[in-house]
């Protein structure tokens, strides 16, 4: 079964809806299932439950079907979101375009050469998708 990945902030915001309601588009069309993921940080945790994302989801953008959601805590959000695309052996992750950047900023200060693609593809085999706050998928990259 093909696995699509929605990292979000909780409560959604307007990008996270955007990027969620392009990772149940992504998911009807391949037929896929779909995890929710909200990292919960340890320096600041605001004590967030599957049941409140999932709630504050389904107020931004409805019942969604086939999907499981999913609280992670961690100390550095991008690193946690990486840990779970690759323990859940994601098919397609679907992230806001602020997350890119900030997932490209993290694997830049990890390692000295910034080919992040490669890094990419070598640790993850999978699609991502880059979604802008405007809902548009502005990147579709296999890794």
Same mark, same amino acid.
């Given at each position: 079964?093909?696995?699509?990945?929605?990292?979000?902030?909780? #409560?959604?915001?307007?990008?996270? +809806?955007?990027?969620?309601?392009? !990772?149940?588009?992504?998911? +009807?069309?391949?037929?896929?299932?779909?995890?929710?993921?909200?990292?919960?940080?340890? @320096?600041?945790?605001?004590?967030?439950?599957?049941?409140?994302?999932? &709630?504050? $989801? +389904?107020? &931004?953008? !409805?019942?969604?079907? &086939?999907?499981?959601? $999913? $609280?992670?805590?961690?100390?550095?959000?991008?690193?946690?979101?990486?840990? +779970? *695309? $690759?323990?859940?052996?994601?098919?397609?992750?679907?992230?806001?375009?602020?997350?890119?950047?900030?997932?490209?900023?993290?694997? @830049?200060?990890?390692?000295?050469? #910034?080919?992040?693609?490669?890094?990419?593809?070598? @640790?993850?085999?999978?699609?991502? *998708?880059?979604?802008?706050?405007?809902?548009?998928?502005?990147?579709?990259?296999?890794?």
């Amino acid at each position: 079964m093909t696995l699509v990945v929605v990292p979000v902030r909780y #409560p959604p915001t307007a990008h996270s +809806e955007a990027t969620l309601r392009e !990772g149940v588009r992504v998911a +009807e069309e391949r037929d896929a299932e779909l995890t929710v993921l909200h990292v919960d940080l340890y @320096q600041n945790s605001g004590g967030v439950s599957r049941s409140d994302l999932k &709630r504050a $989801v +389904e107020r &931004r953008i !409805g019942r969604v079907d &086939r999907a499981r959601y $999913v $609280v992670r805590r961690g100390f550095l959000v991008e690193e946690t979101i990486l840990e +779970e *695309i $690759v323990a859940e052996d994601a098919d397609v992750v679907v992230i806001g375009s602020k997350q890119a950047g900030r997932w490209r900023r993290m694997v @830049q200060k990890l390692l000295s050469d #910034p080919d992040i693609d490669t890094y990419l593809r070598d @640790q993850l085999d999978c699609t991502v *998708i880059t979604v802008d706050g405007s809902g548009d998928a502005v990147s579709n990259v296999d890794v």
